[in-house]
């Protein structure tokens, strides 16, 4: 089989070695200089072309049709191509931006780990509302999701099948009902899909017609589950009317069953206690907090405790969570699991924390927990605060933790730095591995507090362009949410970030440039009405993209109007600009 273009940058086929030619190509965009052609080793019809300003396209059918094939490539300025005999990734392409590559069907599922349609502790009523973005530019997403309740079975009319055009969102409001039609139930979900997309989940109570509170649920990446994971910022009232109560979930996401053990430790690293447990293949299992200290016979407070959730003996990779919940405004925030055989990172950043008064009489506070995940070994950690404006207050402060023991910072804007009325990002640098958490709250914790959780970034998690989810406006200020957006450009050299508003059909809302000065930190409060929108959303989302391809870190804070609780959603890579990736550095 030969393939040629000719003198008009055509496409042409030959089966005879080169004696007769044919016109080929339906599909393919106007000749603009194609590059490169291969062939998969496997399947001599499947091939892949890359063009001059249209990214790849795929045939199945030995070139007589085309389609285009262009997920994860940021610029269509495409030269060579590359299969690899090892089939995984499945391709690389050569671009005007650097070197990509796609892989196979695994970064195509997402798992939510916690939904509910569910009567909770009198009054609460748990509803899971679910935001799903088709990053792909020009391709259909067809999504299956699977329900799977805290029996392991899939939940009543699981799974289900739909589709999202591209760029656009689809919203489920209380999926378990509406998507399930699954009532009273609890568990994970699942979403496999043949394009990348982002999940975003707020999970809440009482119902969205009345004031709320509740709690962001990120979707999870299979390689976010581990063997082995730890979950700090936790803590425990003996008194079930002031303090938090903790629940501690997680979901064996694998085809077989497992042992699962939770070891919980104070945060001076004294032992609490051990529960063991089992789950079946596709289980969820949670253990609330009035089960976890019966269990390890504990009836006193336990105001700040971490757990290491671990599945054995084969060591199946699992999701865990906690969700901490105010007792006296009932409150939560959602715990995500993080590897407790961490490795070193560059540095961990908290994208927000606060000292500072807010309007109406709000007064917003940070604690954070920084827990070292090495068993031997103390971790000198350096922490650096970069404030919105003025004074960063003391803002490089030193700090040791010791092996397997978590630091506790109450209001670490003031505590640590000394920097009351401020706002900003947190980096915190050591040669140990660390893990990061922090609840940002108001109005103080000797009060019914609102607030969220604000987790500890590894470098990874920033990117050149990058994705916010889940974002909503209502008809009226006394109704739904407002949203916050912020972005920290890390990098050591000045960016202009460009911001793009759309509403979940992709219809653009509004675009607007600034000018970020090397390490600033820059918060767009109300965005919405920043850009000059005043009609209802359903769904709507943010692009946020840097012009010297350097990561950035960029968050959205979704506050409910009537009850001021407030989700983080930190940003997400943009599937269809992400960080460039060189040959020769882990995946």
Same mark, same amino acid.
């Given at each position: 089989?030969?393939?040629?273009?000719?003198?008009?940058? /055509?496409?042409?086929?030959?089966?005879?070695?080169?004696?007769?030619?044919t016109?080929i190509?339906?599909g393919l965009?106007?000749?603009?200089g194609?590059?490169?052609l291969?062939a998969?080793?496997?399947?001599?019809?499947?091939?892949?072309?890359? !063009?001059g300003?249209?990214?790849?396209?795929?045939?199945?059918?030995?070139?007589?049709?085309?389609?285009a094939?262009n997920?994860?490539?940021?610029?269509?300025?495409v030269?060579?191509?590359?299969?690899?005999p090892?089939?995984?990734p499945?391709?690389?392409a050569? !671009?005007?931006?650097g070197?990509?590559?796609?892989?196979?069907?695994?970064?195509?599922?997402? &798992?939510l780990?916690?939904? /509910?349609s569910?009567?909770?502790?009198?009054?609460?009523?748990?509803h899971s509302?679910v935001?799903?973005?088709?990053?792909?530019?020009?391709?259909?997403?067809?999504i299956?999701?699977?329900?799977r309740c805290?029996?392991?079975t899939?939940?009543?009319?699981?799974p289900? &099948?739909?589709t999202?055009?591209?760029?656009q969102?689809?919203?489920?409001?209380?999926i378990?009902?509406?998507?399930f039609?699954?009532?009273?139930?609890?568990?994970?979900?699942e979403?496999?899909?043949?394009?990348?997309?982002?999940v975003?989940s707020?999970?809440? !109570?009482?119902?969205?017609?009345q004031?709320t !509170?509740?709690?962001y649920?990120?979707?999870?990446k299979?390689?976010?589950?581990?063997a082995?994971?730890v979950l700090?910022?936790?803590?425990?009232?003996a008194d %079930?009317?002031?303090?938090?109560?903790?629940?501690v979930?997680?979901?064996n996401?694998t085809?077989?069953?497992? *042992?699962?053990?939770?070891?919980f430790?104070?945060?001076?690293g004294a032992?609490?206690g051990?529960?063991?447990? *089992?789950?079946?293949?596709?289980q969820?299992?949670?253990?609330n907090?009035?089960?976890?200290?019966?269990?390890?016979?504990i009836a006193?407070e336990?105001?700040d405790f971490?757990?290491?959730?671990?599945a054995y003996?084969d060591?199946?990779?699992i999701?865990?969570?906690a /969700?901490?919940i105010?007792?006296?405004?009932?409150d939560p925030?959602?715990?995500t699991?993080?590897?407790a055989?961490?490795?070193?990172?560059?540095?961990i950043?908290?994208?927000a924390? %606060?000292?500072l008064?807010g309007a109406?009489?709000?007064f917003?506070h940070s604690d954070?927990?920084?827990?070292n995940?090495?068993?031997?070994?103390?971790?000198t950690?350096l922490?650096?605060?970069?404030?919105f404006?003025?004074s960063?207050?003391d803002?490089?402060?030193s700090?040791l933790? %010791?092996?397997?023991?978590e630091m506790?910072?109450?209001d670490?804007v003031?505590?640590?730095?000394?920097a @009351?009325?401020?706002g900003? /990002?947190?980096?915190?640098?050591?040669?140990q @591995?660390?893990?990061?958490s922090?609840?940002?709250y108001t109005?103080d914790?000797s009060a019914?507090?609102f607030?969220? *959780?604000v987790?500890?970034l590894?470098?990874?998690?920033?990117?050149?362009?990058?994705?916010?989810?889940?974002?909503s406006?209502?008809?009226?200020?006394d109704s739904?949410?407002?949203?916050?957006?912020g972005?920290?450009?890390?990098?050591d050299?000045?960016q202009?970030?460009?911001?793009?508003?759309f509403?979940?059909?992709?219809?653009?809302?509004?675009?607007?440039?600034?000018?970020f000065a090397?390490?600033?930190?820059?918060q767009?409060?109300?965005?919405?009405?920043?850009?000059?929108?005043?009609g209802?959303?359903?769904?709507?989302?943010c692009?946020?993209?840097?012009?010297e391809?350097? @990561?950035?870190?960029?968050?959205a804070?979704?506050?409910?109007?009537?009850?001021?609780?407030p989700i983080f959603?930190?940003a997400?890579d943009?599937?269809e600009?992400?960080?460039?990736?060189?040959?020769?550095?882990p995946?």
């Open positions: 089989m030969l393939y040629a273009r000719d003198e008009a940058g /055509a496409l042409l086929k030959s089966t005879d070695r080169g004696i007769a030619w016109g190509g339906a965009p106007t000749p603009d194609f590059g490169s291969v998969d080793p496997a399947d001599p019809n499947v091939l892949y072309i890359g !063009t300003g249209h990214g790849v396209f795929r045939s199945a059918d030995g070139g007589i049709t085309w389609s094939f997920e994860g490539i940021s610029r269509r300025f030269g060579p191509l590359l299969i690899p090892s089939g995984n499945l391709l690389y050569g !671009t005007d931006a070197l990509f590559d796609y892989r196979a069907r695994p970064e195509f599922q997402i &798992t780990p916690a939904v /509910a569910l009567r909770g502790v009198p009054p609460t009523f748990f509302d935001w799903i973005f088709n990053g792909s530019a020009d391709s259909e997403a067809t299956t999701a699977t329900y805290l029996s392991g899939p939940c009543s009319d699981a289900q &099948t739909f999202i055009p591209a760029r969102v689809k919203v489920f409001r209380d378990a009902v509406t998507l039609n699954a009532p009273e139930t609890a568990g994970a979900v979403f496999e899909s043949d394009r990348l997309v982002v975003t707020r999970l809440y !109570t009482p119902e969205a017609s004031p !509170t509740g709690m649920v990120p979707g999870r299979p390689d976010e589950a581990s082995s994971q700090t910022s936790l803590s425990h009232s %079930a009317t002031t303090g938090f109560r903790t629940n979930g997680f979901y996401g085809d077989s069953a497992t *042992f699962v053990s939770l070891d430790f104070e945060a001076s032992n609490l051990q529960i063991l447990s *089992f789950a079946r293949p596709r969820p299992l949670q253990l907090d009035g089960e976890i200290f019966e269990r390890l016979g006193r336990v105001p971490f757990c290491v959730v671990t003996p060591e199946p990779p999701h865990a969570y /969700a901490v105010d007792n006296r405004s009932q925030i959602f715990v699991g993080q590897d055989a961490a490795m070193p990172e560059p540095s950043t908290l994208p924390a %606060a000292s008064h109406g009489g709000t917003f954070a927990r920084i827990w995940a090495s068993p031997t070994t103390f971790a950690v922490a650096r605060y970069v404030c404006t003025g960063c207050g803002a490089e402060q700090f933790v %010791a092996p397997r023991h506790v910072f109450d670490v003031t505590s640590l730095f000394h @009351p009325e401020t900003g /990002a947190i980096e915190f640098v050591s040669a @591995p660390l893990v990061v922090s609840r940002l109005p914790r019914p507090t607030g969220m *959780f987790p500890g590894a470098p990874r998690r920033a990117s050149p362009a990058v994705v916010l989810n889940g974002l406006h209502p008809a009226t200020s739904g949410s407002r949203v916050n957006v972005v920290f450009n890390q990098a050299v000045p202009l970030v460009t911001y793009r508003l509403d979940g059909s992709g219809n653009p809302l509004g675009e607007t440039v600034r000018l090397a390490r600033e930190i820059f767009v409060n109300d965005v919405f009405p920043f850009f000059g929108v005043s209802a959303l359903e769904s709507a989302y692009l946020v993209e840097g012009n391809n350097l @990561p950035l870190f960029a968050y804070a979704v506050i409910d109007n009537r009850s001021q609780d959603i930190p997400e943009d599937p600009h992400p960080p460039i990736v060189p040959l020769s550095a995946k």
